[in-house]
């Protein structure tokens, strides 16, 4: 009974998005995504607008490989082309002084532009040639950029983020070009400060900094090597060390002779001492938190079974004053990963409190928002399924649903529709400043392949539910995108 007044209430409140004009889908044909949506008012029209990055298969070169929606109708606003894959989720800021957010975006083959946020020009694309210090350094994937101080004394916060990952080299061989972070001119793309990873392997990892405003250089960051097959370590940083090309200072947090660090880190207060504590997920399917001072392991957990590709979504899922941690995990070991587990973690004790198994294997992050307004986070997820017809052929479905953890009940919240996602993360929150929630998802369209790029389907759903307190996580490293729980 309570699972279906939750059902009820959850599907009164979507009643309306159905019939409203604001509720749309947009079809972009021959591309799909691994991008997650940001948004920001680009046109000045009141309503927010998407930001993806999209493409091709590999090494593909594409028209729409980065692009913006109107948040009103999805009706394309500006393109841009890319040589390969754009699967980073779009970082924000205003650097051409026009009062719209200009529009920073990542991805494989050393994919790095600036965009104007209004007119969709590119104010910079990272030079590789230029930057390959005669063939002695090559350049790989960047991951997703965070804003650090304004490094190079132009009035403009720049850029760090992570550069690593060579495609060319076969799984299991341990001959791999070393990762790097680096800073980058947030105005002018050219490279600032260049630090190689500590243990020489390869990085993946979208790093995550806890900026201090006052002593930029102080500020604490966390990184992790290594990949789907092989041995990688996860550090504790110094904004000044990679400054200095010392990575080599960094404080080593944990290690695995088999298995990398490929999900993004979190910052947040566990301890209760007003300082932010470190939350990893390993790729051997282990989740851990580092208290933020010393250093020293909180606690670790396992979902054993599984390896950890996405990012973790953080919120208050108990009656405690302690954030919980909710993670999708792979079921299996890479490259046979056919199913997902969740998992929501106590972030006080580390014990596991809920568990599901919930759809195929994607690497999309929840989101956290009350829908219910009883002060405890529900948790809102994409979720794939196959239907298989009378002959037995499969077709593939996709989905959101939500999670209850007072009632321990997961359900959809929209209804299933043809299609697969791979990696794209909902976002949630106010697209128009009135008070309701607001669910932005993507997918691919095709029904009968999980892993295609031949149609990508962007959706803006409008609920009646209302807002009742700020939403932290409501995107891909959390709303602000940096992996920081405020």
């Not at 390969?84 to 790095?112: C, K, P």
């Not at 031949?454 to 409008?462: M, S």
């Amino acid at each position: 009974m309570k699972h279906f007044y939750l059902f009820l209430l959850l599907s009164l409140y979507f009643i309306k998005p159905v019939f409203s004009q604001e509720t749309w889908s947009e079809v972009l044909p021959s591309i799909g995504t691994f991008s997650s949506p940001r948004l920001s008012d680009l046109n000045k029209d009141g309503v927010k607008d998407i930001i993806l990055g999209g493409g091709r298969l590999e090494f593909q070169k594409c028209d729409t490989a980065m692009f913006a929606l109107d948040g009103r109708d999805g009706k394309l606003i500006w393109k841009v082309s890319a040589i390969d894959q754009i699967f980073g989720s779009a970082a924000l800021m205003d650097i051409t002084n026009d009062g719209t957010v200009d529009v920073f975006l990542n991805g494989r083959s050393s994919e790095l532009k600036a965009i104007n946020g209004a007119t969709g020009k590119v104010i910079w694309a990272f030079d590789t040639t230029y930057y390959s210090f005669y063939k002695t350094k090559r350049w790989f994937n960047f991951y997703n950029p965070q804003f650090i101080h304004d490094a190079d004394n132009d009035g403009l916060k720049d850029i760090l983020i992570s550069n690593g990952g060579d495609i060319w080299i076969a799984p299991h061989n341990p001959n791999r070009a070393k990762g790097r972070l680096v800073v980058i001119s947030s105005k002018t793309g050219k490279l600032i400060a260049d630090a190689d990873m500590p243990d020489d392997c390869e990085i993946y990892m979208s790093i995550s900094i806890d900026f201090d405003e006052k002593n930029p250089f102080n500020s604490k960051l966390i990184f992790g090597t290594g990949g789907e097959t092989i041995k990688g370590n996860v550090y504790a940083a110094t904004l000044d060390m990679v400054f200095r090309n010392k990575l080599s200072e960094a404080t080593l947090l944990d290690g695995s002779l088999s298995k990398g660090f490929i999900s993004p880190p979190a910052w947040v207060n566990l301890t209760d001492d007003q300082q932010k504590d470190i939350v990893i997920a390993a790729v051997d399917g282990r989740m851990m938190a580092f208290d933020g001072i010393s250093n020293k392991k909180l606690w670790e957990s396992r979902v054993e079974g599984t390896e950890a590709y996405s990012s973790m979504a953080i919120g208050h899922f108990n009656q405690d004053s302690i954030p919980d941690f909710f993670v999708t995990f792979a079921q299996g070991v890479w490259p046979d990963l056919s199913w997902t587990k969740q998992a929501m973690i106590n972030g006080k004790n580390g014990n596991i409190d809920y568990r599901d198994s919930l759809g195929y294997y994607q690497t999309s992050s929840p989101v956290v928002v009350d829908l219910t307004g009883d002060g405890i986070e529900e948790v809102i997820l994409s979720v794939d399924y196959q239907v298989l017809d009378a002959i037995g052929a499969k077709s593939f479905y996709t989905t959101l649903y939500a999670i209850d953890f007072t009632q321990n009940q997961s359900m959809p919240i929209v209804e299933g529709v043809p299609g697969h996602n791979v990696s794209s993360t909902p976002w949630i929150g106010d697209m128009d400043n009135d008070g309701m929630l607001d669910i932005v998802y993507c997918h691919g369209t095709n029904a009968k392949k999980t892993y295609t790029f031949d149609g990508l389907r962007v959706n803006r759903l409008k609920t009646t539910i209302p807002i009742t307190k700020p939403i932290k996580w409501g995107a891909y490293m959390g709303s602000n995108y940096d992996g920081v729980y405020r």
